[in-house]
């Protein structure tokens, strides 16, 4: 029941050519944009915009920071009005689609952080694909109400 959390979007190429430089590229997969907010307590949440260039379907399956001892890959589920967070094991990311975290929605959750995230510093995380392997990105971190 992973996929109904998911938010996919099928891009039909490059539109217009003004799509935002990658931050970072590992075999077909784009990390086309990614964020951390500013951290609560020893959490805080990543979310990355990752695009498979390719024809074969991969999977996230794991992610790592320097920055905290655990990293979860997490969904919302909503049940009666209100958002709860669950693990998720793995993330499709589908051949030619682009797979959107955000707010309210698919993230990376960070615990155990070794030091509190503050809005203007860099996050480094390590994302893990069962096809593409490790592909490393750095973040900016921002404040709640930078990146609604
Ligand atoms: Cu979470």
Redesign the pocket.
């Known amino acids: 029941m992973i996929t109904r959390f998911l938010v996919v979007v099928v891009l039909a190429g490059s539109v217009g050519g003004c799509s935002p430089p990658a931050l970072a590229r590992a075999g077909d997969l784009v990390v086309a944009d990614g964020y951390a907010y500013q951290s609560m307590g020893d959490g805080a ?1 990543a979310f990355l915009v990752i695009r498979n260039e390719g024809t074969s379907d991969d999977t996230l399956t794991a992610a790592e920071s320097p920055a905290a001892g655990l990293v979860m890959p ?1 969904g919302t589920e909503v049940a009666g009005g209100a958002g709860r ?1 669950v693990h998720l094991d793995a993330i499709p990311i589908p051949a030619g689609g682009t797979v959107a975290m955000g707010s309210g929605g698919l ?1 990376l ?1 960070l615990r155990e952080l070794r030091r509190p995230l503050a809005v203007g510093d860099s996050c480094e995380l390590r994302i893990r694909f069962a096809r593409a392997g490790t592909l490393r990105v750095t973040v900016p971190v921002v404040g709640f109400s930078d990146r609604p």
Do not use: K, N, T
């Open positions: 949440s997490h967070m993230h959750m």
